[in-house]
């Protein structure tokens, strides 16, 4: 009885029971568990009843890895897509051999392989299926062996600016002409072919070392299946490497040799079943949660922004081509799962917040969350001080941090430089919105900022006419993962039906 009882409490503060829960399924559970231990001095045949009893007690759960630049989560699903349960885990960053901060690997693997076994092992939950999300521009380096063996270079990085001119100078192509036909401005480590182009010239001994380059949320899948995938999301997400104009790599790619790096691509989001689950490939983040937005709301057009270390905005059914102006604005075409084309508009607006709130905090000796209290914006004629971006320029385009840092001596409190400071965001979200924007009279958003009052308010503002709604879609990025995963191959479904 002890190794189920120390079991169930393991499991109990990892993932919350169903309902009816807590110590009254543990009382239940060591009844049965001490009922069918004294039947087996009597019947081994009633014994196993009981057993098989308790087995098809099971809820079908489906599950989703949800790994962010921040916030990193499994969440649970029941066959109705209703959240059941959430796991976050805290992950602090690493460094990299040059002492860039990065992903730490190491970490993030024990934590997803652990959290799938004890889901696997669990006394309550049976797992139909699971799918992964995750961040786009970064890639995890395979060795013979199938290990990683680089870190996960983080796409702050500087690009050198040797190798952009190696780079270009061998293109064949004008950048205006790169960027019209890959639907991306430069975007130095941002761009996932950057960072093998950067590896291969800057490291070369390291770089004939790599037997497969995974985008991340193909590698968590890659932990649990052992096969290597690639998708339409992630290889579409801002990466130089896809010719939007022919529908396949660039040329570039082919003359680097770099797709015998990648994985191959697959347009299915089942990569295999496994002892009756479903198993997906993986998605990039931003993708999964328009697909959410595009179920939810098949007839209805709208905009949807979503909101963290970067604000992305997607319009889904604005249909016009990127002119070069747009790319000059930080626009670029991410391609959905299906391999469609999407139009967004990108910002570093979260980054810029978080780098300004410390240094408010830091000068009015006061709590890095202090701005969490505040509910009200201030209206707009109070608001009238300059500003100096240090992460992000008008046109949306990230650069290094500015000398001269934004003054902050002419405020009297750090609530007045907090109010000031989202005016001007918020003002050059909405430039950023602008330029995707139609007509559409709904407007989504989602992620942290979804959550700010002051955020929120001074964004309506700016759209009177237009309606601004937080998330309708719980956990949009992780939904949005389960519904691709349940479009999968007819085929594979059938076949975890009947296993």
């Not at 961040?135 to 062996?145: F, R």
């Not at 290990?147 to 061998?170: I, K, N």
């Not at 991410?334 to 410390?358: C, K, M, N, W």
Request: aromatic fraction near 14%; proline fraction near 6%.
């Amino acid at each position: 009885m002890a190794p189920f009882y120390f079991w169930f409490v393991a499991a109990s503060t990892w993932f919350q029971l169903p309902a009816p829960c807590g110590w009254q399924i543990l009382d239940r559970c060591l009844a049965d568990v001490v009922l069918a231990s004294a039947n087996l001095l009597g019947s081994t045949r009633t014994m196993r009843s009981r057993t098989t009893s308790f087995a098809m007690k099971k809820k079908s759960i489906y599950a989703v890895f949800d790994i962010g630049q921040t916030n990193k989560k499994l969440i649970l699903f029941d066959e109705n897509r209703q959240i059941i349960d959430e796991h976050q885990h805290v992950c602090t960053d690493a460094q990299d051999e040059d002492g860039y901060p990065c992903e730490d690997l190491p970490r993030l693997t024990q934590w997803v392989r652990t959290h799938w076994q004890m889901l696997r092992q669990h006394p309550f939950y049976r797992v139909k299926g699971v799918n992964f999300t995750a961040y786009g521009a970064g890639l995890v380096y395979l060795d013979q062996s199938g290990q990683p063996f680089l870190p996960l270079y983080s796409y702050l990085r500087p690009f050198p600016a040797e190798y952009a001119a190696q780079f270009y100078a061998s293109l064949g192509q004008s950048r205006e002409e790169f960027a019209q036909v890959t639907r991306s401005p430069q975007l130095g480590m941002l761009h996932a072919g950057m960072q093998l182009y950067w590896l291969k010239y800057a490291r070369p001994e390291q770089y004939d070392r790599v037997h497969t380059a995974l985008y991340l949320p193909h590698y968590l899948s890659y932990l649990i299946t052992g096969q290597v995938f690639s998708d339409y999301s992630s290889v579409g997400c801002h990466t130089a490497l896809w010719d939007f104009t022919r529908n396949t790599y660039h040329d570039w790619v082919l003359r680097e040799g770099f797709d015998e790096k990648l994985a191959p691509l697959i347009n299915d989001s089942v990569a295999t079943v496994e002892d009756g689950i479903l198993i997906g490939v993986g998605m990039e983040d931003s993708s999964a949660a328009v697909m959410s937005y595009m179920f939810e709301n098949r007839k209805r057009p709208f905009v949807f922004v979503s909101t963290g270390t970067w604000s992305v905005t997607f319009n889904p059914f604005n249909k016009q081509p990127l002119t070069p102006e747009l790319l000059q604005r930080n626009c670029v075409n991410y391609l959905s799962p299906r391999g469609e084309p999407t139009v967004a508009a990108r910002l570093f607006i979260g980054r810029e917040h978080d780098y300004q709130v410390q240094r408010i905090a830091e000068y009015f000796h006061t709590k890095p969350d202090f701005y969490r209290s505040l509910l009200l914006a201030r209206p707009t004629e109070q608001l009238v001080s300059e500003f100096e971006p240090t992460w992000m320029l008008d046109s949306g385009q990230t650069v290094e941090p500015a000398c001269a840092a934004w003054p902050l001596v002419g405020f009297n409190t750090a609530t007045d430089a907090y109010q000031h400071l989202m005016h001007h965001l918020v003002r050059r979200l909405k430039q950023s919105i602008d330029l995707v924007r139609q007509d559409e009279d709904t407007l989504f958003v989602d992620g942290g900022f979804a959550r700010n009052p002051v955020f929120m308010q001074m964004l309506q503002r700016h759209y009177p006419a237009v309606e601004v709604r937080t998330p309708e879609v719980p956990q949009a990025t992780a939904l949005g993962a389960l519904i691709h995963l349940e479009q999968g191959e007819a085929q594979k479904k059938t076949e975890a039906l009947f296993a």
